[in-house]
């Protein structure tokens, strides 16, 4: 294991315990108006280590649950996405002729529409969806390029001598596909599903941002940078902690992605 793999899987770690120890490590209550009179868009202090916002809540305790939402969304999202676009990019790879044709023609007419526009047009229409809809939509959105490169890796291992082995021994297709075919092409889905976190991190920061992601009065890194920008000249800090937290997040995934890519696929050093 590299030492930039290690760094990646302690980094991406470490940001899951806090994001599941918000709750411990939170100093307030992330929706709690502490003191309207004047605590409003104070500066990073002793008590607030990150100041507070224009409604007085710390944004200490905003960051660590908004982690805890944003990390949730997108590996939720990111399982639904993978899911989907390996089970397509296996059907279309291992059947080929029509059903491959129809199912990558079916992705390259779904890859020219704007992800973003696509994701706006739907969130806009469906205000009451709340968490569990973001997640879905981000999921069945998600799932195109995955599908193409599943599809990519399985026509290169259906012509090696272990699948034609198996399928010369009679061997059903469904058992051929898990057992010999997606167990070898499992390398790109990872490196993919890593890579689709930090992604998907920074979509749903900007969903929020635009006020059709997470909503409030729930904490949001894409919320809490739309609440602070109102500020930037006087208060900088509001919009600051939670642009800086995306940013590294989204670097710390792709740091790992690259390096589970380089370890697992030795054609790509």
Do not use: C, K
Not at 72 to 99: D, Q, R, Y
Not at 183 to 196: C, F, K, M, R, W
Not at 255 to 269: K, N
């Amino acid at each position: 294991m590299s030492r930039r793999l290690r760094a990646g899987l302690l980094a991406v770690g470490v940001l899951y315990l806090i994001a599941l120890l918000a709750p411990v490590l939170a100093p307030y209550d992330p929706a709690a108006q502490l003191n309207l009179a004047g605590g409003r868009l104070l500066p990073p202090s002793l008590a607030h280590p990150l100041g507070t916002d224009a409604l007085s809540r710390d944004l200490l305790s905003r960051l660590l649950f908004g982690a805890r939402l944003s990390l949730a969304i997108a590996g939720l999202a990111v399982v639904v996405a993978v899911t989907l676009g390996t089970a397509v990019g296996l059907a279309a790879g291992l059947a080929g002729g029509v059903l491959d044709g129809i199912l990558m023609r079916s992705v390259d007419a779904a890859l020219a529409i704007p992800r973003v526009f696509l994701l706006v047009a739907i969130l806009a229409l469906w205000e009451q969806g709340g968490i569990g809809a973001l997640v879905l939509v981000l999921g069945l959105t998600g799932w195109f390029g995955t599908s193409r490169l599943v599809r990519a890796e399985v026509l290169s291992l259906r012509r090696r001598d272990f699948v034609l082995a198996a399928r010369a021994l009679g061997l059903p297709g469904w058992r051929v596909a898990l057992r010999h075919v997606l167990p070898n092409a499992v390398a790109p889905i990872v490196v993919t599903a890593t890579l689709g976190v930090g992604h998907t991190i920074l979509i749903e920061a900007a969903l929020s941002f635009l006020g059709i992601g997470v909503r409030p009065p729930l904490p949001s890194w894409g919320n809490m940078i739309a609440d602070g920008q109102a500020y930037l000249a006087t208060s900088p800090w509001q919009a600051m902690a939670p642009g800086l937290a995306v940013v590294a997040t989204v670097m710390i995934f792709g740091v790992l992605g690259e390096a589970l890519r380089d370890t697992m696929d030795p054609r790509s050093r």
